[in-house]
Structures are given as structure tokens and as C-alpha cells.
């Protein structure tokens, strides 16, 4: 479902004129004030007037999962609106990350690094941006295209899967997959919605064709695949000399000897291009990288209500600290270890580099004044509780009035049939590519 085309009669608003016109400068910071309801059908009109990079950040999880999915229905590009999830993993536990988690992230950081002319818009939690991730000067190189007739030395493009974070088994079903049988190599870059299967004549690509996991057939031949990192946390593309810098601060001394010994052998294996099974304990110390600095400059921030994101990255950042201390009575961690997120004074700095910000404030804040927020022209729709008979009586009234009524329900034709009973004209379009006529009653069939 696509709402896209409402977006026209928002812009024909004065305040969302003055809201546009404040955010159109180089340098610009601006408050809003909407209701919830409404957050995300102004935000997808901004982002689609703007045409700019924008990322929204929102308290937490369950808000950024929320409004994800309503962006991409108000903004009528789904590809281009994107979740930037938060990782289960605690900072300084030894767990394994989601992969799907994992591979969501990857694929917004690629996303932000292609210029394929349409700008994202990406919304994470307060929690998801203070995760550190691949920095972008490390992820942009790592990603590259291999086309047919070209050149390549097999043990080097293997290793290089290898250093990216590939895992290499007998049959590739997933991606993050890899596998080789002799002049044949497949692959399943993460973000490609079907693994590929490369055949070799010497050392020239022959040919690439995509194929169906689960039957291992081939679907079709293209000239070329891109291939960027399986991993989020990737030791062989982190600098030497900074990873020598972190690791002479770790002291020890607080530590068993088992857990000083343990510690000391995981690292080196990892120096020395080896897999650990608990390779997202050590994240804090070969990922720097911030959502934040794959953004440019000229992009938007916007804070979903701001106060609340505050208050749940202090919660965080206090379990954090609870969690260190814990570990390091126990023996357990190292103190000045590095930690896998970042302090929020430190994302607030980052964000502070984006020229633009926009924050949206609940609906009523008694500390703002006309005179510093915008206060776009929403209200709360009425409540009929399951009566549709009085629905339609109210749709009637503000349809004879002028007004464009629009209906999104799980059960379009039968709310159709309800308005034709009490002889109200409904028009019931499988999509809306321009914004219905004044005086109109447009009933849409959600997805649901």
C-alpha cells in the first residue's frame, strides 16, 4: 500500500510551509509538534520533499520497529527506507549476534555508501546508534563488483571473502555463505537476494549466474555481482597500529589467570587472520565506527521525541557501566576494556556534524511556546468503537462539507458495501496515485 500521494495536500499547508522553509537552510535546527499518529506521514513528506540522507532516532526498539513500517507505506519507496536494528548482545558478554540483526545493519551501512541517486532515510533506536560499527573509511573500500571476462587470482579472492567475513561450507544456502568446487565458486553477499555461482576459465570470470538456495539450480545469468562485508565486526580490516594502541591500555591484572590466558590467545589468534567463537566480545576494540559518519553533512537528524531518547540512553549507558563493574570484581573482564558502544555525549558530537536537525516533540509539551516550535495542523481522529454506522454518517457529513476523507481498513470491500447500504458514494481504488477530489471517500485495503 502506498499513501504517497497524500503527502501533496500537507505541503499545501502554511505550517508545513514555515517548517520546510526553516530546514531549507544550510545550517538549520527546528522543532515540531505533531501527534503520534500523524509523526510518520510528516516525516515521509519531509524526507520525499527534502531529497536528503535522513535519519531518525528514536527511543528505543519497539518505536524505531513502529515507525520503520510506517515510513514505508507513507513514503511509497519501501527499498528506501530502512531499519537499522539494535544488536541483543549486551556490551562485554560472550554471545553469539543475530545474523539477521547483523546483516540488517551491514545492509543500511550500503545502502548509505552507493550512489544510486535515491536518498534513504533510516531509523534506529537510541541503543542501535550507540553500537559501534565498521568505520566508514574501511567499509566503502571492502566493498567492490566482480564482472564477467574479468581477471582474478582464486586463492587471493578467496582469502579476501575470507578477511570479509564469509564462512566457507559445502553448500551455499544463506547469505553470508561462500563455497568453492574447484573452478567453481558461489557466493551470498549479504543484501543480494539470490547467491550467485561464478565459473572460472583459468583466471578470467567465465560466467556469474544467480541461483536458488534451496534447490541449487540456476535462475539467471548477469554480467556482474557486488560482494561487501558478511560481518560487522571484521579484524583484518583494522588498522594495525590502532589496534596496538587499544591493547596496551587493557590491564589485566584485575583477571584469573585462566580468563588473562584465555583473553591473550584469543587475540592473537584473531592478529593472525583466525576465527574465535566469541569474536563480538572483542567488537569494542576493532569497530570505531558510527551510523553517524555515513551520513553527510548536508543530511537531516531528526530525534523523535528527544527527552525519551535521552532517558533511554542514559538507562543504557547505566547498565553498561553496572555490567563493567560486575566483571571486573569477578575477574571476568579487564579493566579499560573497550566497550562495543559509544557514550551518548560521544553520538551527540557525531550527530552534531549533520548540518541539519529537526526534533519532533510530543503533542502538548507544556515547556514549548508558539514561538520556538512549529505545531503542524493534525487532530486526533474520533473513535467509533466497532459502530460503522456512525462512521459512515460522520465520513458523509465531511465529505458533503469539502473535506477528503481516506479510510485504510483490513476490510475494505465490506466498509464499501456498508457505505453503498446507507447510498454514500465510496470509491475503493487498489492504490491512490494522486490525492483524491474534495468531497470524496476513498477506502483502501491495508496489508494486513
Known amino acids: 500500500m502506498n499513501l504517497s500521494a497524500l503527502g501533496s495536500l500537507l505541503e499545501e499547508a502554511p505550517q508545513y510551509g514555515q517548517l520546510r522553509k526553516s530546514l531549507d537552510r544550510s545550517h538549520a535546527s527546528a522543532k515540531v509538534q505533531v501527534l503520534s499518529d500523524a509523526a510518520p506521514f510528516t516525516l515521509a513528506t519531509l524526507w520525499r520533499g527534502m531529497a536528503a540522507p535522513t535519519l531518525v532516532i528514536t527511543p528505543r526498539l519497539d518505536d524505531a520497529r513502529r515507525l520503520h513500517e510506517q515510513l514505508a507505506i507513507w513514503s511509497g519507496q519501501e527499498d528506501a527506507v530502512l531499519h537499522f536494528p539494535e544488536s541483543e548482545t549486551l556490551p562485554f558478554e560472550r554471545l553469539v549476534s543475530d545474523v539477521d540483526t547483523t546483516h540488517r545493519r551491514l545492509r543500511t551501512l550500503s545502502a548509505l555508501t552507493e550512489a544510486n541517486g535515491v536518498a534513504p532515510i533510516v531509523v534506529a533506536s537510541a541503543a542501535a546508534i550507540t553500537q559501534k560499527t565498521i568505520h566508514r573509511e574501511n567499509f566503502a573500500p571492502s566493498s567492490y563488483t566482480l564482472n564477467v571476462k574479468q581477471q582474478i587470482t582464486l586463492d587471493v579472492l578467496l582469502d579476501r571473502w575470507r578477511r570479509l567475513g564469509y564462512q566457507f561450507e559445502s553448500e551455499v544456502y544463506a547469505p553470508g555463505l561462500a563455497s568453492r568446487r574447484g573452478g567453481i565458486v558461489d557466493i551470498y553477499p549479504v543484501g543480494s537476494p539470490l547467491p550467485a555461482r561464478i565459473e572460472l576459465w583459468g583466471n578470467d570470470i567465465d560466467s556469474i549466474r544467480l541461483f536458488d538456495p534451496l534447490t541449487q539450480r540456476s535462475r539467471e545469468m548477469v554480467e556482474s555481482i557486488k560482494i561487501g562485508p558478511a560481518q560487522e565486526t571484521l579484524p583484518a580490516l583494522t588498522p594495525r597500529d590502532h589496534l596496538d594502541k587499544l591493547m596496551g591500555r587493557i590491564d589485566l591484572s584485575n583477571c584469573s589467570e585462566a580468563t588473562s590466558q584465555r583473553i591473550l590467545d584469543e587475540l592473537n589468534r584473531l592478529l593472525d587472520g583466525y576465527e574465535v567463537e566469541d569474536l563480538e566480545f572483542y567488537s569494542g576494540l576493532f569497530n570505531q565506527g ?114 477528503r476523507v481516506v479510510a485504510v481498513t483490513s476490510h475494505a470491500r465490506r466498509l464499501g458495501e456498508i457505505f453503498a447500504d446507507h447510498g454514500v458514494r465510496a470509491e475503493l481504488p487498489e492504490s491512490v496515485d494522486e490525492p483524491p477530489d474534495a468531497g470524496s471517500i476513498t477506502v483502501l485495503q491495508s496489508k494486513s
Do not use: C
Not at 303 to 318: D, G, K, L, V
Not at 372 to 381: E, G, K, M, Q, R
Open 290 to 403: 558510527s551510523l553517524l559518519d555515513y551520513f553527510p553533512q548536508d543530511g537531516l537528524v531528526v530525534m523523535y521525541r528527544p527527552s525519551e531518547i535521552s532517558e533511554a540512553a542514559w538507562e543504557t549507558e547505566q547498565r553498561t557501566h553496572e555490567l563493567r563493574a560486575v566483571k571486573e570484581r569477578r575477574g571476568e573482564l579487564p579493566r579499560l576494556f573497550p566497550s562495543s558502544h559509544f557514550l551518548w555525549n560521544e553520538v551527540e558530537e557525531r550527530a552534531a556534524a549533520i548540518a541539519r536537525r529537526l526534533d519532533i516533540v510530543p503533542w502538548g509539551a507544556d515547556e514549548l511556546t508558539h514561538r520556538d516550535v512549529h505545531i503542524l495542523p493534525f487532530t486526533s481522529t474520533p473513535t467509533f468503537l466497532g459502530k460503522l454506522d456512525s462512521f459512515v454518517e460522520e465520513a458523509d457529513a465531511a465529505a458533503r462539507e469539502g473535506h
